[in-house]
């Protein structure tokens, strides 16, 4: 299954991808008098149950988000953005660091996300804004000392993200990386979350191109930290929710990693995320006003 989230009366409600549109949960829902989850947190909280409301939903449906209706960020209104850092090998390496012995954890803010097709700003101020593909964890049920071997039990699914990173500010004032990933909008989520019966995480093609050149190649079988060993990991040290995210980290290829010429994100730049199996996320990006 894959959901989605667009923009409805300055809220986001939940969309359903068919093969046919996708469809308007809450409308559908409602043509049919029946009640069904209105966002995508909603839908994960709500479980098998959820589940099977909206298996039926896509079931011969009448009613459709209009083409053109602004899409928001694929799930919203969790209480935690994780992200792991130097979870791919080649990575680590390009950033003359070492390869950690343990996950290193940082985070953005669940108000930092924001949606594909989104027009991200970049801030005066500050040059160095650089592009990291990442496959991202959404959480499916409260998890407190999970091990790894249970740990997909708590796995609802999958969505593709970029972790947006503003280089000079992150290294300017020693290594502050929640200043650095954390401005406006500079985690977008996206272009659906994909159930985990539906993906197998472990082994999916990466990539991220700029103005459609490929920066990025990787595979998330190469990740240092699986998606399991994060989850044993965090859960050990706090109460993973519903709707958390887990970004898994970045492969090689990112500017910052980059021996020639530097060409930082700039005005008018696309960067484009593809996983396999989720679809593409992309953003283009402008100066703020
Ligand atoms: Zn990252």
Redesign the pocket.
């Known amino acids: 299954m894959k959901l989605t989230q667009f923009w409805k009366d300055s809220r986001p409600a939940l969309g359903l991808l068919t093969g046919e549109g996708t469809v308007d949960v809450s409308a559908e829902a409602a043509r049919r008098g029946v009640s069904a989850p209105a966002t995508a947190l909603e839908a994960v909280q709500g479980g098998q149950a959820a589940r099977a409301v909206l298996e039926e939903l896509s079931r011969n449906a009448q009613c459709f988000v209009p083409a053109g209706a602004p899409a928001a960020p694929v799930i919203t209104g969790m209480d935690k953005v994780l992200?792991i850092?130097l979870n791919y090998r080649r990575h680590a390496m390009e950033c003359n660091l070492p390869i950690p012995e343990r996950p290193v954890l940082f985070n953005k803010f669940p108000s930092t996300l924001s949606a594909c097709g989104d027009t991200i700003l970049l801030q005066k101020g500050y040059v160095e804004y650089d592009y990291?593909a990442?496959l991202v964890v959404v959480m499916g049920r409260e998890a407190r000392h999970v091990s790894e071997a249970e740990a997909m039990d708590y796995v609802y699914g999958y969505t593709c993200g970029n972790?947006v990173?503003t280089r000079d500010l992150q290294f300017a004032r020693g290594n502050q990386w929640v200043l650095s990933?954390s401005l406006e909008g500079f985690g977008p989520i996206g272009p659906c979350l994909v159930t985990g019966d539906a993906l197998d995480g472990s082994h999916l093609d990466i990539s991220c191109a700029v103005n459609g050149e490929v920066r990025q190649s990787s595979n998330t079988s190469d990740l240092i930290f699986s998606i399991p060993q994060l989850i044993a990991d965090l859960s050990r040290h706090f109460t993973l929710l519903p709707g958390d995210l887990i970004?898994t980290?970045?492969p090689a290829g990112v500017m910052h990693g980059y021996t020639g010429e530097k060409h930082w994100l700039k005005a008018g730049d696309r960067v484009e995320v593809t996983i396999q199996g989720i679809g593409t996320l992309w953003n283009t990006f402008a100066e703020e006003q």
Do not use: I
Request: net charge negative; hydrophobic share 10%; glycine share 20%.
């Open positions: 992200c850092g990291e990442e972790d990173s990933k970004f980290g970045t």
